[in-house]
Nanobody, 116 residues
Framework: QVQLVESGGGLVQPGGSLRLSCTAS????????LAWYRQASGKQREWVAD???????RYVDSVKGRFTISRDNAKNTMYLQMDNLNPEDTAVYFC??????????WGQGTQVTVSS
């Protein structure tokens, strides 16, 4: 199976920035749409952003203008640059790779905490 590993989470003050990374174990990574999701404590998992193999991107309204999703297929890595963070961004962030409707892969998640 495909292994996805997130990194880059941590504690940051409001207005600060973080860059999350997601690295896959297989080169087939480059053929599929990739996405970031997040789950705040006590809430449902929420889609945040995605990027296709053609580099088309989409974002949930609450992060538009603040977050940037990108990918480097040569490194089997996807990134989420998060700027101007606020406490409402606090959540566990998950990497997702979708092969088909019935076949998706998830990372273990990385904690992002925005607090003063």
């Amino acid at each position: 199976q495909v292994q996805l590993v997130e990194s880059g989470g941590g504690l940051v003050q409001p207005g600060g920035s973080l860059r999350l990374s997601c690295t896959a174990s297989r080169s087939a990574f480059r053929f599929y749409t990739l996405a970031w999701y997040r789950q705040a404590s006590g809430k449902q998992r929420e889609w945040v952003a995605d990027i296709t193999r053609e580099l088309s991107t989409r974002y949930v309204d609450s992060v538009k203008g603040r977050f940037t999703i990108s990918r480097d297929n040569a490194k089997n890595t996807m990134y989420l640059q998060m700027d101007n963070l606020n406490p409402e961004d606090t959540a566990v962030y998950f990497c997702n790779l979708k092969v088909a409707t019935a076949l998706e892969y998830w990372g273990q998640g990385t904690q992002v905490t925005v607090s003063s």
